[in-house]
C-alpha cells in the first residue's frame, strides 16, 4: 500500500505542477474541473449509499457553472450558480417523488455537496488566476504536511486525535503537520518570484500562513472522514491506487484554497507581484 500509495503520488505530482506552472489559466481550469467533477461524482455516490437521492448529471451541470463564474471572474454568474443549487436540485427531487423521509436529507445533502466541491473548485480557479505562485504554496503546505502526518504519526503516534472520525490520526501526527507546513511555507514564501516583502518578513509570513492552512487542511480531512463515517464507507472511490478516490485527495484542498483566497482578498499586499 505504502509503495503504490507514493508511485501514484511519483506520477501525477510532476504532470499537475508542469500544468500549473507551464500551462494557461484554462487548463488549470480544465484540470480543476476534471478532478473536482469526479470529486463530486463520487460525493454524490456516497449521497445515495446512505439511501437518499442524488440526480448527478444536475449536480455536475451546476457545479459546472460555478466553476465558470471563478473562471470568467463574474459575481453575477456565481449568484446565479449557487442559487441554481439551492432551488434547482431540491426541485429535482420533489418532482422525482421519493418517499417523504428521504426529501429534506436528500436536498440538503445533495446541495451540500455541490457547494462544498463547487466552492472548492472556483476557489483553485481563483488563486490560478492571482499567479501561479499562489497555488504552488497550498499545494506544497498541504502535500509536504499531509506526508509529514502520515510519517510522524505512523512513527511516533500515540495519542488519537479523534479517535471515532479517524482512528489513524494522532496528535503527533497533526503537529508534524503543522510544523511541516510552517516551514515548507516559510521556504516557499522566499524560493518563488514574485512573493513581495524582505526575505525575513516572507519567510515570517510563509510560517504562519503555512501553519494555518495546515491546520484547515487537517479539519477538511476530518470533515470529510465524517462524511464516509456517516456513510459506512472507507474510500470514497477507488480513483487512485494507494489513496482511495479523489474526495479523499483533494478533502484537504477544498478546504484550504477558499481559505487562503479569502486571506488574499482581505490583505492582497500578500498577492504576488
Do not use: N
Not at 499537475?16 to 480543476?32: D, N, R
Not at 497533526?174 to 514574485?194: D, K, M, Y
Not at 512573493?195 to 510560517?207: D, E, K, S, Y
Not at 495546515?214 to 474510500?235: N, W
Amino acid at each position: 500500500m505504502r509503495r503504490t500509495r507514493e508511485l501514484t503520488a511519483a506520477v501525477l505530482m510532476p504532470l499537475v505542477l508542469l500544468l500549473l506552472v507551464k500551462g494557461p489559466l484554462w487548463g488549470w481550469a480544465i484540470l480543476a474541473g476534471l478532478a473536482c467533477g469526479a470529486a463530486l461524482w463520487e460525493f454524490q455516490g456516497l449521497v445515495r449509499a446512505s439511501g437518499w437521492l442524488a440526480p448527478r448529471a444536475l449536480s455536475l451541470v451546476l457545479f459546472a457553472a460555478i466553476l465558470a463564474g471563478a473562471y470568467l471572474e463574474s459575481a453575477p454568474v456565481l449568484v446565479a450558480a449557487t442559487g441554481g443549487v439551492l432551488i434547482a436540485l431540491p426541485t429535482a427531487i420533489l418532482l422525482a417523488a421519493p418517499d417523504e423521509p428521504v426529501w429534506l436529507g436528500s436536498a440538503a445533502a445533495t446541495s451540500f455537496a455541490t457547494l462544498y466541491v463547487g466552492a472548492g473548485g472556483a476557489a483553485m480557479i481563483a488563486l490560478r488566476a492571482i499567479g501561479w505562485e499562489t497555488v504552488f504554496f497550498l499545494l506544497g503546505i498541504v502535500w509536504a504536511g499531509d506526508s509529514a502526518a502520515y510519517y510522524v504519526g505512523t512513527k511516533f503516534g500515540r495519542r488519537k486525535l479523534a479517535p471515532v472520525v479517524s482512528p489513524k490520526k494522532s496528535w503527533e501526527g497533526f503537529w508534524g503537520q503543522v510544523v511541516a507546513g510552517a516551514v515548507f511555507g516559510a521556504l516557499l514564501a522566499v524560493v518563488l518570484p514574485r512573493i513581495p516583502g524582505t526575505p525575513v518578513v516572507a519567510a515570517a509570513v510563509g510560517a504562519l500562513l503555512g501553519a494555518v492552512m495546515s491546520v484547515v487542511a487537517v479539519v477538511g480531512d476530518l470533515v470529510e472522514s465524517t462524511f464516509k463515517r456517516s456513510c459506512a464507507v472507507k474510500d470514497s472511490g477507488a480513483l487512485l491506487p494507494g489513496h482511495g478516490g479523489l474526495l479523499d485527495r483533494l478533502d484537504s484542498l477544498l478546504y484550504a484554497s477558499p481559505v487562503l483566497y479569502g486571506i488574499l482578498t482581505l490583505l492582497p499586499e500578500l498577492r504576488p507581484r
